[in-house]
DNA sequence: GGCCAGGACACCA
DNA sequence: TGGTGTCATGGC
């Protein structure tokens, strides 16, 4: 019987000798990787490409810049990605937390302990925990492993988890039986949501998936 | 026309 | 503490 840390070995890989290198979070600076990460909630990820090509089309994809924006110009701005009010909202509670915490300064906010960063964060209206891991993990290359939709729904089928675990459970999971890498981390969580999108979600079944799973529970 | 997508939160029992 | 409703666009 393998141990979990070899079950997870082996899963990732299946989809790293298929999918090979990742190279996510797509986003060009660790604050376009905050907003994504905002913006991404429940949400597909063309939808925000929209809402941040806007933002960067007007310049004003900066801390300085959007924190000076009216609530409502800046939900007019991302309307594409959905939720747009209360995302605006959540990315103003943002933009006020890194401006007068850190001076708007993302560099600055990643120099605090990572776990007492990531408690701050949470305490930041419309942040929960999967949002505060991206930033982390993707903007910040701290090593926390991030629990998505995907994972859940792979991990299931995989038989590592039942339908009752909290994010906290499965972050644990990962990280106490993982090596402490966030290159690593980085790249696992990028495999499962990359194989849950293009294959996990079909039916009958998601051959050529690189899970080979035979079961018929592909949408689970 | 219906379903779904890289959540979070308020509200209620 | 856990379940449910709400927020909304765009692709398929």
């Known amino acids: 019987m393998d141990t979990v840390a070899q079950r997870l070995h082996t899963l990732y890989r299946k989809m790293d000798d298929h999918f090979g290198d990742l190279r996510w979070w797509p986003g060009d600076t660790p604050f376009e990787v905050a907003v994504g990460a ?13 809402a941040i ?73 419309g942040i929960g925990e999967e949002t505060a891991d991206s930033i982390l993990l993707y903007g910040g290359k701290q090593a926390i492993f991030v629990v998505d939709a995907y ?40 495999l499962l949501v990359h194989t849950g999108k293009h294959y996990c979600r079909t039916r009958p079944r998601c051959a050529p998936c690189p899970l080979r799973c035979e079961d018929d529970t592909c949408s689970a």
Request: glycine share 6%; aromatic share 12%.
């Open 53 to 125: 090509d806007r933002l960067k089309g007007e310049a004003l994809l900066t801390p300085e810049r959007m924190y000076g924006l009216e609530e409502e110009r800046l939900a007019e701005l991302i309307r594409p990605s959905g939720y747009y009010n209360v995302k605006a909202k959540r990315l103003r509670a943002f933009l006020l937390f890194l401006m007068t915490s850190y001076r708007g300064s993302m560099d600055r906010m990643f120099r605090q302990e990572t776990w007492s960063l990531r408690e701050q964060l949470l305490q930041v209206k």
């Open 151 to 190: 994972t859940r729904r792979i991990l299931k089928r995989a038989g590592f988890i039942d339908g009752n675990c909290t994010y906290g459970t499965i972050q644990r999971l990962f990280m106490d039986n993982l090596p402490s890498d966030h290159r690593l981390y980085n790249q696992y969580h990028a």
């Open 38 to 50: 905002i913006l991404t909630q429940n949400t597909n990820w063309g939808n925000v490409e929209r």
